[in-house]
Each structure stands twice: as structure tokens, then as C-alpha cells.
């Protein structure tokens, strides 16, 4: 007989980001759907009714290749400031970043609560997690709660720009130490959610994303950083982003020359990013990646459309490793990275069901 | 009265590059169309016809917002094996490599040359020019026709990726000196011609141009050389060049991290491309841009589809310049160049009217 | 010595009909910008600051191949429900249904008054107005002003998407009757203004315009309609229309089966085409185009992209005319219209140089 | 025991139609590829070499979603021309027209052959097949074999725009009776395969597609064609199609007006889609979609992205289901069709498990 499944909360369940997580739940071997909450306008909703348009009856579910979930259509949407957590064992939170600071400590308080916002992502207390990365991070909680007082605890997950960024990152700087880097990104449509007008991105690029170079450097430092103290230490390296929304769907693709502090060769980088993660991996966590880390040796990958979804969106894919003429023991290559399913509601997920495997869920 | 016009012939006239050269001529103020010339399967035909499919009638011109000059459609296309440059003041190379290497020397033997090919740009006695950043390169031709008994001479012009980034670099490196940048490009789609299938860039980055980035790198060298002993010495700094496709149509964008030799704010960086090449702006040349760098404070600009048309293409469009925090003396920014007019055929049409006004034709 | 220009008001000037009619202004001989005017949050501002965001400094201007006109940015932004129109000889009404609905009516009650919105299209003393089609149907104001004790009056525009159709059915229903047609559009992302969000319509076909189907099909029999006894009479045709929109930045592509009630020939259909409203382009406005329809032989066009922006985006290009076999006397064709150049801004100034070209204005 | 999978061999396997039956061969639980062959150019080589360029190392693989299947990739390709079919159970003929005119006789003279390419699909002892439409057009095959005095035989796919359309108006023709019908089409660009260069349909629309019109209108006829004294009558009804390119990647878009014999509402046409081909789907074989057609009822869909890949790109999506008051008994709707899967490859693979199925392979 298999194991009772956990019953979850989604908050901000009709929005991109609560929707992705409601995908990646979608027949979950160890999680059900308890619970679902948004904002006071759709709060008393049938999930059906709360996505779609009342006069038009157009419905909004933004999950590239697959509908809502049938069992979630039925479920009652609740006033995500009124939520009870009754029986929920965790809470996703994929709200807005002011509803964020406001409500997600208020979960927290009384359970795990795992959260694709921004607010509290560089509180020295909370880890930024990325499954496969930083486990260690988690050590934070025990300190977090006890300071907070808090029944439950919050993890954060990064901006999606950073993730894929920090999995190359964290696998160089193990092997090689990584000092500076220069990275320019072209992000995906989704990224930016419905707020981004055709009109403006059609045949275009847009050479501008707000508050997402201070992020990518930021979050990239907290989450290569070390414990220390019961805070984590971010990491030294230097970060110089230029990130820029291209029109592309989804996947994020980013051109990265990085400063090494011991020399490697193209062969030994892309050695070290094959191996990257196998003992992640080798846990089998339903939503994990086969690899953390994909190596194209044709030169015309990665691209965003034909690899953002290799391994269920969840690996990063990396291409044309080469030495850098410039930066300092330099190496240069380009990635793709999913930015809503690693980056993103799926890996929510995956660090849930590692948060679960790990013993800190009930 | 006025001063007759400079006969010309433009070589490739049915391709891409060649067309863009036509456009360019269109009702020019100094230079008149006396032959065309193309592959022989093209020779004897009127152009219109050389250009029409002959079975479903479409018609293959590809510069966008204009047809084919009328006065243009009627002429005959030559062989350019086999042309007659008889009262021929000038030619325009626009053709494949292949057929530049073995034609343009015996163009360049009997008249003065102007090519967007690539073969020859790296011979140490042929200009690789851009005007306003690199005329006195032309003293070249003075040796280059000794030494190779020709009565007329070769100018090449440079990538057109390499050209909106020496633009530049050449302002940079007069005020503070340049060592060293990494430069991420997203170029559009008209630089690749017509072998770029649309199924691979629809809704995708293609990261790897073959080729491009040894040329952008070796290019960029040799426009901001110096002369010296009757050649052009490179100019040594280090390029670390990462050439992508992206799904626009024209114009390309370029995310510049350079270190400088000397420390430079933002505002003096703007002030300084705002400045430069006035000299050369001021000749007021007909197909010469007002400002050689138009500078954006919207961080929102430069977009390749709303700039690359300004100042009749032939602008370099510079926006979001602020410091680097990785590279010494570090500035950031990014530009867009129009590909297809200064990094093309109409700045082909340019280096003509420099050289036509600094006496170099007839 | 030139006459003085009539001073003109826009409103809705910030958004993006508005900033078409401004784009249409700039420098024109007959018309001068007098008073801006827009909902009550940009009051007070100048327009530069009401067209910018105050965080990101992004200035929002959606006329592509131009900036703001720069005697425009200066001029304050005044409340349209507070508007005086002291000294203002025209106002172009560029606001949004319901405050069109409200305010339109207090404009024409003062001054002239053009507008490119919907409520007031259907109102049977209202002509519903394209220049070269039917502007016997000014005819109309007479009664108008005198019912409606105005002392200003109302013309309204058509949705844009009927306007290209209605220029060519005028011209077939002129000499052969139209009885009938079947019409499916492809529309251009610049038509849903910015409400249309990238995620949506990037790789893709939306095939539901809301209320579109209906618009066409009234407004197309109005326009065609005649007069009798002070109102409009509408055409009795019968129009299946079916509205998609495509991910094109501007340009409506529409493929029309029509029912003739005489038989007529291709080369017929092309030739009335060609000589379709030569009378209206004739006096040479200074925003008309040259011919009212452009016809096409290569099969390949018209295409929105290539053919849009044709004789100032004023003209509508037809191609591919060829008989149908499954409407009587059938003829099928393509078309495409600018949808916010002669189908909104622009054609609602070319509709004021008439008015004031035949006396209708002071 | 399971059974012994039939050996079956894929002609034009480099190519996109090609690669698609490989994709929908792979692990298949009735067939196993045997031989691949191609033109002469890639006899010879792996499979990994064929579709690899030399010098560069891109590797060409047109299936979206999916690499190479990897017991594939080391497979010998062998030349079309000298291609043994030993053990061969079943041709899969994915090559172009020419070559298919040629060497499809020769395939079928020896073995069943199942072809997507043109040049005999309007033979009139050639079934033209989709199935769970018109598999009653098999009974041809006796007359075919003998006539021709062939061991094996051929069948030939529609196309791909044709298949959608023909489905939805054989479920119409069956209860109400088709006359004619008006259809406009939106075309997915890997239609068109590799040739439609990116820079003609980027942001774009291409109102023709040469020969397309009459094959749609042709093949229509044919699928819903009754047998008689072995051959198939036509059916009687008139086509009127516009067939266009639009910038989407795959799946075609179709808006159909439709003159039926009896009137039918809008419900009972929708129910008549949903219950259409139950007896085939029933079946249940392993490329079959659940549905032959699925019927949207919001307003929004079927769009080509979000429903072109349902049920395996196996089913027609089709919406907006309304009169249509031109047609007689007039119905209006639109539909997506995958072009590459049930309109191409996969459909060619279902088509060979229904002759499996039936008793027709060995």
C-alpha cells in the first residue's frame, strides 16, 4: 500500500506562476492539491470559473502544452489573506511580490511554505534554494524558525534568470573556483508574464528588464555562498549581467565568460559540468532532472525551442564551451534554462519533494 | 548647372547586399547605375526578369520598405566574369566569396573598388573602412596600387557586426584607451541572407554564426589599427566575441562590456559618443548619418526594430551605458547598427561619396 | 503668403490612436496641434512626462518609424472631461468606448469633431465616414447639427478592419453589385492595441476578435449604404466575416469570396480596382495616397509586412484576384489595409482635409 | 510472446517527412526499421554522418519535441535508386515529387507502399487515404495489384491541408450533405519545409503557396469520393480555397464556411464532430487519437500553439461554430490540423496500422 499523500496549498493558483505549479502537480505521486487561493476577486470561484473570462468565456491557463488539471477545475478558490491551512502539510506560495512580504511569513508561521517570490529571497535566514545546488542552505531552517518562532518555515526559490546561471556556476566553482563573470541573457516571453505586450516584443528585442541585473548578481552570490554562523556568506565573485528579453516563448538563454581561479581546458569544463549533481540525481525525485547539466557538442545548440524542455524542462543545457581570450583563466558557453518549469513552479516542486525526502515535512 | 554624374557598376545586383547597394543609388546625387552584373545564369536578362521566378512570376527583392528603383528594372545584367568596365568610374563588389577573391583584384585592376565581401579585408595594403572612424586608412591606396600595378584600387568593407561595434570602440579608445571587451550579439535575420531557414529561427535563438566571431574579433583589430611603414598595424586589444541569432528581422544588437585604459563615468562615456566623428557628419555626405552615435537615456532603447531605422540606418544607436563592475576601468552598454544599410550597401554608397569628395575618383 | 493653420485638439492624445492622429500632424500645412487632452491621470503633466514611466524613465510612444513630433512633448496634457475648446477649429476624438460614448457628444455640441471610436458608428445621422468612399454621405451633418442642436458636428471612422474591405467592395459594388461575400482577416497586433499580451499571440493564430465579426458586418453595409430622407439606408449584402489575429506587428490581411450581382472578369475586377476613386486623389490632400487601391500581379503579394506602409499606408493593396467557383458570379481576392494608418490616425486626418477642403470647417 | 515486429523501410529518411515517420516509428509496437535509404548523396553513411554537416558538426533534425531515435542514428542510409527491399514488409515513401513519380511504382511493384508525396495521389486506382475517413477506398488495392500486376501496392496521403478539412466535412457530409464550401488557410511554415527562408515570413504573412489551392481542391474531392466499378467518382461539391503562410511554426489553421444539403444547427454540427469516427478510434491502434475531432467551446481556440500537439497531433481541434449566413444552410468554423503528424508522417505511420490491422501487410 503506498504512503497517504501530502495535502498542499497553492496560493496565487489562478496567476502564471501558481498555474505552473498546479502542472507540475498534476498526478503527483506524493503531493495532492488541498487547497487552492488567490485574490479576494476570484475567492469563492470554481478554479473553472476564477480563469475564465465571464462575458468572452475565454479561459486563461497559461501552461504551454497541456490544460488545467481536471481535478483542480472543481476546487473552491480561496481569499488568499483568509486562507486556513486546516490539514496542509505545505504551502506554495506564487504570489506577487506585495502580497509576498505580507502574507508569506504569516504561512510560514504555520507551515512550510515554499515560495517563487522575490521579497524574501536575501533575508540571511531563509535559504535560496536550488535543488542539486545548495541543499546545504536548508541547515538555515532550524536557526529560522527558532529566531521566528515559527511552526513551519519559508524557502525561497530564485529568480529564473539566476538558476540556470548558478547550476553552471556552483559546478565550475567546485572544481575550479570561479572569480568574475560577464553574462548577457535573452529571456524568454513567459519570464515577464502577461504584463508584456505583443506589441512591444514582436521582431524585437527589448534591451531592458527591470531590477533583473541587480537580481541575477545577487542572488547568484547568496546562493554559491557558504554557511557560516547560521547565515549564509555570499559567495566573492564578481557579477556583470545585461539581461534582455528576447521573443522568444519561454527558455532563457545566456552567453557566459567566466573567470576561473585555476585554468581548465573546454574539455575539463564540460567533464565537470556532465558530471554535476549525479549525486542530486541519483535520488530519482519525481520531478528531478536525469542531469543537472546537458552538454551540446553541435555547435548550433543549445536553443531555446529545442532544448528548454529536455528532461522535462529541468536540466540546464549548455553549449560551445571555449576558452575566453579575455576574462582571467577564461572560459566561455552559452545555456538555456527553463524558466517556468526549473525556474519556476516545477522546480517548487522538486524542492518540495526533496524537502520530503529530507524529513522536513511532517 | 550640375556636375554630371560618377557612371557606376554594381556587381551581384540580383543578391542581397547588391540590392541594398541599388537602393541606396536610387536617385543618388552623384552617382548614376551604367551596368549591372551577376552570375552568368542572371546575364542577358533585364533585372526585372533576372529577379522574377519565371514559372509563379514572384518577384525576389529584398530591401525592405521599397521596391526596385524603376529607372533600374529595364537594364540588362551583365556576366560578371565577363564585364567591360569601359566608362565605368567605380564598382560596387557585392558578391559571394568565393567570387569576390577571383574578381575583385581584376575589377580593382581597372577601376576603383568598392566590396562588402570578405576575402580581402585582411590584406595588410587593403582598407578595411568604415567612414568617420578609419578614413585615413585610405592613405593605403597609394601603396596598394604600386605595389600591385593596378589603376584602380580596393576598399573593403568591414562584418556588419564588427561595424556599429568599432563605431564605438574608435570613440572609446581616442578618449580613454581600449584593452580589452566581451561582447554578446544578437544579430538579425537579413545578415544571414536567405539560407537562414525560417523552421530554425521562428520563436528561437540560434547561438553559433559560423565564422562571425573570428571575423568580428579580427576585424574590430584592424579598423581601430594605425598605419605605420605603408600597412595597418592591429590594434591590440583582446575581443572575446559570442555571435547569436535572433528571430528580428534587421538590425543588430550588441551587449558591449570593454575595460578601458583610462577610468571614464557613464556621462563622459555618452558625452563622448555623442561627439564623435563630428567632423566627418559635418561634410554632410548624402548617405551620412547626422551623429555616427545616437545616445539613448530611455534604459528601455536601443530596440532593434525601433532604431535601426533612425538616421537613415546609418546611425549606430547606444543605450543603458553604466560601469562594469568585472572588467578594469569597466563600462557597459549596448548598441544597434543597421545590418543592411551602414553595415552593408549603403555604407558602401558612403565610403564612395568620401571617396568621390576626397578626390580618390577620377 | 500661406493661410494661418486651423488650430486642432487631440484627445486621447497618450494613447494609441491619439498618438497616431499626433504622428499625423507633424508638420502639416493645414493643421496645428492646439490643446492635448487625455484622462484625468496624465492632467496637468507635459506630454513627455505623461508618455513616460517615472521609476523606469520607459517612454510609451506606439507609432513605429518615428518618435513624438518635438513641438508635441512640451504641450500640457489637459483633463478631456474639462477640455475647453476655446479657438480650437477641429477635434479628433482618439478615446476609448465608453468615455467616447459620454464625451463625443459635448465636443460636437462646440466644434467639429472626428472620432475613431465606436459608440457613434451605427447612429443614423451620423456618417460613418472614409474618405473616397463615400463622402456623400456628409450629406448627413446638415441634418445632424440641426436635430441635435449642435453647433459643432460629428464624423465618425470606421473600425479598421472594415475599412480596406469597404474600399474595394465600393469599388466592385460601382459597377458590377456586390450581393454577398464571405471574408476571413488576419489582423495585426497593433489593432488590439496593448491590451494583447506577447504570451498570447507570439507563434500563433488568436481566431476570435471580440465584437469584430459583428462591426464588420454592420459597418460595412452602412458605409456602402445610400442616402434617403436624412439618414443612411444601409446596403443590403450579406457579410460572413470571420476575424483572426496573426502575429503581425501591423497590417490587416483579409481574403474576401465575393458574390457579384453581373458577371465580371479578373482582368475587369483589376482594372476597376486601378481606377477606383481617381476623382477623391485627384485633389491631391496632403495626406491621400496616390491611388485609393494598388493592385498587385505577383502572386505573392500583397503581403502585410511588404505592403502596409504603401503610399503612406494610405493606400489598400490587392492581389491575387482570380474567379471563385463556389459564389455566384464570384470573384476572390486579397487584401491588406494599415490598420492605424488609413484605418484609424492618418485617415482621420485625411477625412479633416476634406472636411476643410470642402468648406465643412469654419 | 509478443509478435515479431514487421521490418519496414523509410524512404527519404534525411529529409523532414522522412524524420517524421522515423519519430513516429520509434518504439513501435508493430514495426521496426529495417532500411532507411535516401538520395545518393547520403548513401553510404550513417545515419549520424547523413544529417550531420561536415564541417561544421549541426546536425539537421526537423521533429520538434525529440532527437533522433538513437537505434536509428547508427543505421547504414542506403541510395533510393538501389534500394533491395529483402525482407522488407512495408515501404514508407517520404521523398520529393520527382523522385516519388519514379521510384514509388518500383517500391510497389515489390512491396506495400505507403507514400506522403504527391504525384499519385490522383490516380483513380490509387486509394488517397485518411484514415478513420475513407477506408473504404482500400477495396481499390485488389483492382490496383492486378491491373498492375504489382506483388505489393500503394497507398497515398493527403496533403497536409487537405487532411484536417477533408475530416470535418466527411462528418458533415455523412448526416447533412456538403455542396461547397469557402476556405481560407493559415499555414504552419514547416509545411513548407526548409525552403521558406526566414526572412520572407518572419512577422509576416505570404498570401499564396504555389500549386496548393488546386491540390486542396482536387484532393477534397477525391477523399470524399464513393467507389464505383473500382474506381472513385468525385465527390460533387465546390471548393473555393485561399491558402496563405503565416509565421507559426506548425499546424494549420483553416476558417471554413460550408453550404450543406440540409440545415443543421450549430449544436448538432458540434455533436456531429464529437461523435465522427468512433468506430476507427475504437480501435484503438497505437497512433490513433482518442477523438477524430475535438470540439472547443471557448471562443479562443483551437489555435495552432495550444492545440496543435492534442491527442498526438492525431485529432482536428475545431471552434467557433456558428451559421453562416452567406452559405445556404450555411455553417461557419475553424480548425487546427497538425500538419506534420496526422497530415504527414504519424499519419502515414496510422495508415499502415490500419492495413496491418485489416489484414493487408503479409
Redesign the interface.
Given at each position: 500500500m503506498s504512503a497517504p499523500k501530502l495535502p498542499v496549498a497553492v496560493i496565487g493558483a489562478t496567476g502564471i506562476a501558481g498555474q505552473q505549479v498546479l502542472a507540475a502537480l498534476e498526478d503527483h505521486p506524493h503531493f495532492e492539491i488541498a487547497a487552492l487561493a488567490a485574490s479576494e476577486r476570484s475567492a469563492g470561484k470554481s478554479f473553472e470559473e476564477a480563469i475564465?473570462e465571464p462575458?468572452?468565456?475565454?479561459?486563461r491557463w497559461?501552461v504551454?502544452?497541456t490544460g488545467p488539471p481536471a481535478k483542480v477545475l472543481g476546487l473552491t478558490v480561496e481569499d488568499a489573506r483568509r486562507l486556513k491551512l486546516d490539514g496542509v502539510g505545505l504551502v506554495f506560495a506564487a504570489i506577487e511580490s506585495e502580497a509576498a512580504r505580507e502574507l508569506e511569513p504569516l504561512y510560514a508561521a504555520r507551515a512550510p511554505t515554499i515560495s517563487t517570490a522575490r521579497p524574501h529571497r536575501t533575508e540571511p535566514d531563509v535559504p535560496l534554494l536550488i535543488p542539486g545546488v545548495n541543499l546545504e542552505h536548508l541547515e538555515l531552517l532550524a536557526e529560522q524558525r527558532k529566531r521566528r518562532k515559527w511552526d513551519g518555515f519559508l524557502v525561497t526559490l530564485p529568480n529564473c534568470t539566476a538558476t540556470g546561471l548558478a547550476v553552471t556556476l556552483k559546478a565550475l566553482d567546485e572544481r575550479f573556483g570561479v572569480e568574475?563573470?560577464?553574462v548577457?541573457t535573452?529571456q524568454g516571453?513567459?519570464g515577464?508574464?502577461?504584463?508584456?505586450?505583443?506589441?512591444?516584443?514582436?521582431?524585437?528585442?527589448?534591451?531592458?528588464i527591470?531590477r533583473e541585473e541587480e537580481r541575477v548578481?545577487l542572488e547568484t552570490r547568496k546562493i554559491l555562498g557558504r554557511l557560516s554562523g547560521g547565515k549564509v556568506v555570499d559567495h566573492p565573485l564578481?557579477?556583470?549581467a545585461?539581461c534582455?528579453r528576447?521573443?522568444?516563448?519561454a527558455g532563457h538563454?545566456e552567453?557566459v565568460?567566466a573567470?576561473l581561479t585555476k585554468p581548465a581546458s573546454s574539455a575539463e569544463v564540460a567533464e565537470t559540468f556532465e558530471r554535476f549533481g549525479t549525486g542530486f540525481t541519483a535520488l530519482g525525485l519525481p520531478s528531478s532532472p536525469k542531469r543537472m547539466i546537458t552538454v551540446h557538442?553541435?555547435?548550433?545548440?543549445?536553443?531555446?525551442?529545442?532544448d528548454r524542455?529536455a528532461d522535462g524542462g529541468m536540466t540546464t543545457s549548455v553549449?560551445?564551451i571555449r576558452p575566453?581570450?579575455?576574462?582571467p583563466n577564461?572560459v566561455?558557453y552559452?545555456l538555456v534554462t527553463h524558466n517556468a518549469r526549473m525556474g519556476a513552479g516545477k522546480g517548487a516542486v522538486l524542492a518540495a519533494e526533496y524537502l520530503k525526502h529530507a524529513g522536513y515535512l511532517g
Open positions: 475564465t462575458e468572452s468565456g475565454i479561459r497559461y504551454s502544452g568574475a563573470l560577464v548577457t535573452m516571453i513567459s515577464a508574464g502577461r504584463d508584456l505586450a505583443a506589441l512591444d516584443i514582436v521582431e524585437n528585442i527589448i534591451p531592458y527591470a548578481e564578481k557579477v556583470s545585461t534582455t528576447a521573443g522568444v516563448l538563454t552567453a565568460s573567470a557538442h553541435d555547435p548550433n545548440r543549445p536553443q531555446p525551442r529545442l524542455d553549449g560551445r575566453d581570450p579575455v576574462m577564461g566561455r552559452l
